[in-house]
């Protein structure tokens, strides 16, 4: 499935229904095509690192979950089949892996019948289901590998209620281990919907289950592998949602199966085990399904958007090896998709300069030529696929917002979003980035060379629109001047208070901004009026809002996203008021949280 791989949120009727089937469904016995060890399917000789950059390609559960008229005519769900993934393998394969797709994800319910209720074979591992899949995972590996392409399985974290047997299963490979010997004996559950007794790593059954796991995935020939209701994470946490034991023998058993597989973690992983997901997996899914489980694939409001608040939080802990994964990208189709051509570009922007996973969940067979366009840009895909950091937005995140970062030879990927319901203009300051003058501005999207821009570009947006460009300075670096917010000539009012800090310029800030704490920075000198582009230094492990004010102005609330935790700086850019002389900037936490201010660094001039 996808996050909620067995449903959408707890509290839609759907979930209910799926959980229910999966947790009372009665397990089908099957015995394994093979038993005793194979040999593991050969991986290319000079096969690259796994996960080196974001993977591309398709998955089969976007279709699945939706409404849409067709996709699913024997029931929800339904349209998970081995015809079904075959005709999009060839698909992929004609239309996209030139262009760098090349993954064939097959999520939830392959081992399920249409009922959802499950099979498994004499070992407690899951079997395909004959109906969905007649010829078995490993033909449908063997097709999809024939195309040049890799292939990818789907399991939940944990023991499946319908393997435990009664504790009598035997593991496979693992003379005197049972069911019983590999989970806690009070039969906790786990996993984002309970449908999973949790493993009990003490004893070295559990190690030996898991690899029993991974080895049938290798002798099929799996090459990807998403683990999915993980915790911390899947709406979940305490103990029995602590997955990370999971997860490190995930790593080992798929270090020993004989075949690189990639090892991909959902949903909505908790980013204070960030730390761990980097260590023992190649990618993890930052958020709820992007899926409205409704009668489109998506909608804008549920859950697409989200992603731009999300996001940032989780910007620096991506890199080769192990990637933030935003989920489908569903732009294909625009009557499936249920999005406009200007939200299904903006969808797209934001998952490139994130360097998001490109996997597309749509119906391949079906694509519009808008679709394509999209899916098959090379200069967005390069944006996706480059050495260049995971952007951030260099502005607060509101309605309009700049997202950008520094590529390795100099030159930006600036992205303008405008997010609001309204057409809008957006600006994306050069002093933003750290220089000023002229620079030469490249559109992605249009393929097309503006010329040169002095000092910033602006562009009118549609709602929910976006432009995406390399913009290459040719002017000079930015001349400024840094205040710290911890200098004694600043005035700190409330609750408001320096603290120490390690990522933070001069080793401090300013915090307990809260319920009227604030911070004015005062002497701020410049040499004649205008509007200033004034960056703000800042620490918050979350989201959150303070109002900015230059001498006796009004001030505008602008919400600051996450550092991704409190011990991590960041920036964003905000316009102020100046004028020629002594200024005082204040950030005043109103009646609310605010973030910790480590400085502002100003421009000597417009």
Not at 18 to 33: D, K
Not at 105 to 115: L, Q
Not at 515 to 526: A, F, H, S
Request: hydrophobic share 35%; glycine share 10%; proline share 5%.
């Amino acid at each position: 499935m996808r996050s909620s791989s067995y449903s959408v949120l707890p509290t839609r009727a759907l979930r209910a229904m799926v959980v229910l089937a999966l947790t009372a469904g009665i397990a089908t016995t099957v015995p394994a095509a093979h038993a005793g060890p194979r040999a593991a399917g050969p991986a290319p000789a000079t096969a690259p690192a796994v996960a080196a950059k974001p993977y591309m390609g398709w998955s089969s559960w976007s279709m699945q979950s939706s409404k849409y008229p067709g996709l699913n005519p024997d029931g929800d769900y339904s349209y998970l089949t081995e015809a079904n993934v075959l005709k999009q393998t060839d698909a992929l394969a004609a239309k996209l892996k030139k262009y760098g797709y090349d993954h064939v994800n097959i999520d939830a319910g392959w081992w399920m019948d249409k009922s959802w209720k499950t099979g498994f074979d004499q070992y407690g591992r899951q079997t395909p289901d004959p109906v969905r899949f007649p010829h078995g995972m490993k033909s449908v590996a063997d097709h999809i590998h024939s195309k040049g392409l890799k292939a990818g399985i789907y399991l939940p974290v944990g023991l499946e209620k319908g393997a435990y047997g009664d504790g009598k299963v035997p593991v496979w490979n693992a003379p005197g281990c049972t069911t019983a010997d590999i989970v806690y004996p009070d039969l906790r559950t786990t996993n984002g919907w309970d449908n999973a007794y949790k493993l009990d790593f003490a004893n070295a059954c559990a190690q030996k289950y898991i690899d029993s796991q991974a080895q049938q995935f290798a002798d099929w020939g799996y090459d990807f592998l998403k683990l999915d209701g993980v915790g911390p994470g899947s709406f979940k946490s305490g103990d029995n949602y602590d997955n990370v034991p999971d997860v490190a023998a995930w790593q080992k058993a798929i270090a020993t199966a004989g075949r690189p597989i990639h090892l991909e973690l959902s949903w909505s992983l908790d980013i204070g085990h960030a730390a761990d997901w980097k260590k023992y997996s190649n990618g993890w899914r930052i958020d709820t399904d992007v899926e409205c489980y409704c009668n489109t694939l998506v909608t804008w409001e549920n859950s697409v958007n989200d992603r731009w608040d999300d996001a940032p939080a989780w910007s620096r802990k991506a890199g080769p090896g192990g990637w933030n994964d935003l989920d489908a990208i569903d732009v294909g189709n625009g009557e499936m998709d249920g999005l406009t051509k200007a939200e299904r570009q903006s969808y797209m922007t934001l998952w490139a300069i994130n360097k998001s996973p490109l996997f597309t969940g749509d119906d391949l067979t079906r694509l519009d030529s808008y679709g394509v366009s999209l899916l098959t840009n090379k200069e967005v895909i390069a944006v996706d696929q480059n050495d260049s950091p995971v952007a951030r937005p260099v502005t607060p995140v509101g309605d309009q917002q700049v997202w950008g970062t520094k590529n390795p030879d100099g030159s930006y990927t600036v992205a303008l979003f405008n997010l609001g319901d309204a057409p809008a203009s957006v600006t994306a300051d050069w002093a933003s980035f750290g220089f000023t003058g002229n620079a030469s501005v490249r559109d992605l999207w249009n393929k097309a060379n503006l010329g040169t821009h002095k000092n910033r570009i602006t562009e009118a947006l549609p709602a929910h629109g976006s432009r995406l460009f390399t913009v290459k300075p040719a002017g000079g670096t930015l001349a400024t001047t840094a205040y710290e917010a911890e200098d004694t000539a600043n005035t700190l009012t409330g609750n408001a208070s320096v603290a120490g800090c390690d990522a933070c310029s001069g080793g401090k800030k300013v915090g307990n901004l809260y319920t009227g704490g604030k911070l004015r920075i005062n002497d701020v000198t410049v040499k004649k009026d205008g509007i200033y582009s004034v960056k703000v230094a800042y620490v918050s492990g979350d989201p959150r809002s303070v109002t900015v004010l230059s001498n006796s102005g009004n001030g505008t609330s602008l919400k600051f996203p996450s550092t991704g935790d409190w011990g991590t700086a960041e920036t964003v850019s905000v316009q102020l008021a100046l004028k020629a002389g002594s200024n005082s900037i204040t950030f005043d936490s109103g009646s609310g949280y605010a973030p910790d201010i480590d400085r502002i660094v100003v421009p000597q001039s417009v």
